[in-house]
């Protein structure tokens, strides 16, 4: 009798156990519901990329922090020490929608730049999201980054085809800045001319298939020239751009082709 006693009491403190142990946690059900659309984005330096970031905070918003990674480590210059408190949604607001807008940076290419995205609810509960930013040189840095030598200025429609630039312009060096600012270092020689026009602008359209340089007169600053030409290529190492000229008043055709080559310095 003893002996059953012992037996059946260890089969009840093995119930018990079994049933204590796996009785499970209640779920929380207030915990922040957020969406990112799209998580990753990809663009090329100088241009936009947005995402939109949404959620339902069932215990109201307390909080919304977004941090920045370089490489995976804290990029200091965002915020406050890597860091922005986002104060655009009113505190115990219960859904949102938040727009986010980023411009790509040169200094940020082919590096690995992450936004992380947390909200913080009124009873200390938080949910997070991360978008993920990949940056592409794009034209514009390209052409901005160094100097540029012309190496050949063909003339495409002549019969046949023939080479244009002149020795004295052998040792041009054009230079396009970031801020869509230029300026061209004649070289030792020089040409008869050099110097009588000024160029002062240029541009890259955003399809990257036409390049705009702006020069004006010395002699009549507001006498302003723009001229056209098309991106045949463009590479860190060679730019080739193509431009139709009218040179009917020296004889010649309305519709000139040249083609100008110029390589990195």
């Known amino acids: 009798m003893k002996k059953s006693l012992i037996i059946l009491t260890a089969v009840s403190l093995c119930t018990s156990v079994l049933f204590f142990g796996c009785k499970k ?37 307390k909080n919304f922090y977004i941090s920045k990674t370089i ?7 965002w915020g406050t020490n890597g860091i922005l408190k986002v104060t ?28 992380n995205y947390r909200i913080e609810d009124a009873k200390g509960k938080a949910a997070e999201k991360d978008l993920t930013v990949n940056t592409i040189a ?11 030598k012309i190496s ?14 002149q020795e004295c312009g052998k040792d041009d060096i054009w230079t396009f800045n970031r801020d869509s600012t230029m300026s061209v270092n004649y070289g030792a020689s020089g040409c008869l001319f050099d110097g009588f026009n000024i160029f002062s602008k240029w541009t890259l359209s955003e399809d990257e298939k036409t ?24 590479t860190k190492d060679r ?22 080559t110029y390589d990195a310095y």
């Open 88 to 115: 655009t949604i009113a505190d115990g607001q219960n859904t949102f929608e938040y727009p986010f807008s980023y411009t790509l940076q040169d200094n940020e290419v082919d590096k690995l730049v992450g936004f």
């Open 211 to 234: 390049f705009t340089r702006t020069y004006y007169s010395i002699f009549n600053p507001a006498n302003v020239t723009t001229e056209v030409y098309k991106v045949i290529s463009l």
């Open 71 to 77: 490489n995976l480590k804290i990029d200091s210059s």
């Open 25 to 61: 946690d209640k779920p929380e059900t207030d915990l922040p519901v957020l969406k990112l659309t799209p998580e990753n984005v990809s663009g090329k330096s100088g241009f936009n990329v947005s995402t939109v970031l949404s959620g339902t905070v069932q215990n109201g918003v």
């Open 152 to 165: 050949s200025n063909l003339w495409e429609t002549a019969t046949p085809p023939e080479e244009s630039l």
């Open 239 to 260: 730019m080739v751009l193509e431009i139709t000229l009218d040179l009917s008043v020296f004889g010649l055709g309305e519709e000139e082709l040249f083609k100008y």
């Open 138 to 148: 794009s034209g514009a840095q390209i052409i901005a980054s160094h100097p540029w």
